[in-house]
């Protein structure tokens, strides 16, 4: 498995495994990866003949007082992963590889963008959208890879391959859960362990409003409510959102009849953390 820095090293291999009739998978990620992000990857290595994994930190994703310097990394331990899980390459540019210091193009998006995360995270996805089609026209992937765990980010990044013709398949990819159903993250480093028996109540907050869909509640407020109310019984918890909205518009929904995503960011801590579910199961 090669590491490659530069995008000048990176377009030459790909364009020889095109040569040879190779079809090509990429999981973009901001390293530090865990079962989630390997689970792409082993996934990725199922349906493409080589996996370029992006292992990039992108900058211009965080807003100012976010924690892009603290983010976690590591670089020896991603490889090894990567390596074992089957990818063919790691591509780790460093920021200056990526933008120039007076790069002023943006890809940005008028709706989808604008609720959940974006509420607190204004130019969230911006940088996401930025980022992705930038690895998109240096890798030119068949295939890319995104966990369902940024269930905001797979939608748009959906929406932005449509409108714009990437000609790419996006695959989304469940989450991956630990055995107390905490889903995964590489946010999750950064909890002590007061916070990290505390943040299971995402998890159980949005099960609790999954039975009550299951068990046959079409409101979504009422659904919303009842999870609030869960998230409130954890005194280290501030709720930062939590959202009932079409899985494809990702409009708030009151009248569930089609797939909906619920989805919550919670504060544990000075952590902000994510999770959701869908639920398409109609009878
Ligand atoms: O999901 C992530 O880790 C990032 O948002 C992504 C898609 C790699 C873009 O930097």
């Not at 040879?20 to 082993?42: C, F, Q, R």
């Not at 990044?157 to 990437?166: G, H, Q, S």
Request: proline share 5%.
């Amino acid at each position: 498995m090669q590491i490659v820095k530069t995008i000048q090293e990176l377009r030459p291999i790909i364009q020889g495994w095109r040569k040879e009739g190779l079809s090509v998978g990429l999981v973009p990620t901001m390293g530090y990866l865990h079962d989630g992000h390997k689970s792409l990857i082993v996934k990725a290595v199922g349906e493409n003949d080589r996996v370029v994994v992006s292992d990039f930190v992108n900058p211009t994703q965080f807003g100012v007082n976010e924690d892009l310097s603290t983010y976690p990394r590591d670089l020896e331990r991603d490889a090894a992963v990567c390596k074992e899980a089957g990818a063919a390459l790691v591509f780790h540019p460093e920021p200056e590889e990526m933008y120039f210091p007076d790069s002023c193009t943006f890809v940005d998006m008028d709706s989808l963008t604008k609720g959940l995360c974006g509420k607190a995270r204004p130019t969230h996805f911006r940088g996401v959208c930025t980022v992705v089609s930038k690895l998109f026209h240096i890798v030119a992937p068949d295939r890319a890879y995104f966990g369902q765990k940024d269930a905001q980010q797979l939608a748009v990044i959906r929406r932005m391959v449509r409108d714009l013709d990437f000609g790419i398949t996006i695959v989304g990819c469940p989450i991956v859960r630990e055995a107390d159903g905490l889903a995964m993250s590489s946010r999750n480093a950064y909890l002590n362990e007061e916070e990290r028996k505390a943040a299971i109540i995402l998890h159980e907050s949005l099960a609790l409003g999954e039975k009550m869909l299951e068990d046959g509640e079409r409101d979504g407020a009422k659904i919303r409510e009842a999870i609030l109310g869960s998230l409130d019984r954890e005194p280290l918890a501030k709720v930062d959102y939590v959202e009932v909205v079409d899985a494809e518009t990702l409009e708030p929904v009151e009248d569930i009849h089609r797939p909906i995503l619920a989805a919550l960011a919670v504060y544990i801590g000075k952590t902000r953390l994510i999770d959701n579910f869908t639920f398409d199961a109609f009878k």
